[in-house]
Structures are given as structure tokens and as C-alpha cells.
């Protein structure tokens, strides 16, 4: 029997880093930021992977309304989920691929295509 090993914790600053970085493609893509309910945050070293929801104030779910994205969401072909492969470059968390409302497995591929870490991207 094969047991997987815990995620190691997350410093706070470093996971407050991740998600500021991580909420920039969004606000310039959709023009306003979210906030994540974060479904998987994990780090390797320079690299890191975010799986969250992504909310609107006061918890209630983002609202494509207005967005590039308002079409596609009113059709129901966007979810609210958000994926994000970072990278620690110079001191700073950088997006370096990111799809926002997937529904599908957007990340798929992204661990060669980037040469980042296969661990980031395990699911607990």
C-alpha cells in the first residue's frame, strides 16, 4: 500500500503572494478581481499551482455580466473555477498560464509545456 505524503503548509506570506498574483489575470481579462475559495494551493520550490472557485463579494458567485466572458457564461460553457500556474521569477509570483472558467482540465499538459514540477498539480 502506497501512502501519499501531506502537502507541506504554505507560508502565509507566500500564499497571500500566490493568490494576489494569481487574481491579476482575471481583473485584466474580466475587469474586477475575485476572491478565491481555494480548492488546491501547492508549491514546489519557484513553482506553484492554484484549483480554486472564484466569488464575488460577500461569497456569492462571480458574475460574468459584463465581462468578455458574459455571452459564454449566460450559454453555461464557463464555470467559476479558475486555474493558475505560477512561478517564483525575481522575488515575485508570476502567472505563467492561467484559465479562467474552465470545464475541462485545462492544466493538462502544462507540467511539460512548462517544465514545471508534475507535484504541483496532485489533488488531496
Known amino acids: ?19 494576489d ?7 485584466e481579462e474580466l475587469g474586477r478581481p475575485p476572491l478565491f475559495v481555494v480548492k488546491t494551493l501547492r508549491r514546489d520550490g519557484d513553482w ?3 484549483f480554486a472557485d472564484m ?18 457564461a449566460r450559454r453555461g460553457l464557463v464555470s467559476h473555477a479558475y486555474a493558475a500556474l505560477l ?6 509570483w508570476q502567472v505563467i498560464e492561467a484559465a479562467i472558467g474552465p470545464t475541462d482540465v485545462a492544466w ?14 496532485a489533488f488531496d
Open 1 to 19: 500500500m502506497m501512502i501519499q505524503a501531506a502537502a507541506p503548509a504554505i507560508a502565509p506570506a507566500d500564499r497571500a503572494a500566490i493568490l
Open 48 to 50: 506553484a499551482f492554484l
Open 21 to 27: 498574483a494569481a487574481r491579476r489575470p482575471v481583473a
Open 55 to 72: 466569488q464575488a463579494a460577500g461569497g456569492k458567485p462571480f458574475d460574468y455580466a459584463g465581462t468578455k466572458k458574459a455571452e459564454a
Open 87 to 92: 512561478r517564483r521569477q525575481n522575488g515575485r
Open 108 to 121: 493538462e499538459g502544462w507540467a511539460a509545456k512548462h517544465g514545471a514540477p508534475p507535484s504541483v498539480f
